[in-house]
């Protein structure tokens, strides 16, 4: 899977830009999709070969990562049995009523 470059330069830091870069998933849900699977941040890095150090400062809020990794490491979730809520509080084919904020859930039991 090739990683697509992002220039982050111009940009402000901080969550507001995160979220801006990586809408497909947010260093909170990050943080919540791993503790659900009983994941340190080295599991997730090495599971999704990527940098411990890339999942620490995504998941602290102090930078970005690049679109295509953030869909590499939703789609490392999902395929773990992780299912991604969006930022209206619903999960695939919800109605968008409910109003709450982005999340995660286990769609099957993890595997023990």
Not at 24 to 51: H, N
Not at 64 to 81: D, H, K, N, Q
């Amino acid at each position: 899977m090739a990683a697509s470059a992002c220039n982050t330069d111009s940009l402000p830091s901080g969550n507001a830009a995160q979220q801006e870069l990586t809408p497909d998933l947010l260093g909170v849900q990050c943080r919540a999709a791993r503790a659900l699977l009983l994941w340190s941040q080295e599991d997730l890095a090495r599971r999704a070969r990527v940098s411990a150090v890339t999942i620490r400062t995504f998941e602290r809020g102090q930078g970005s990562i690049r679109p295509a990794t953030a869909r590499l490491l939703r789609l490392v979730f999902e395929m773990a049995g992780v299912t991604m809520i969006g930022g209206d509080g619903d999960g695939e084919g919800g109605d968008g009523k409910n109003g709450l904020g982005p999340g995660v859930r286990l769609a099957r039991p993890v595997p023990r």
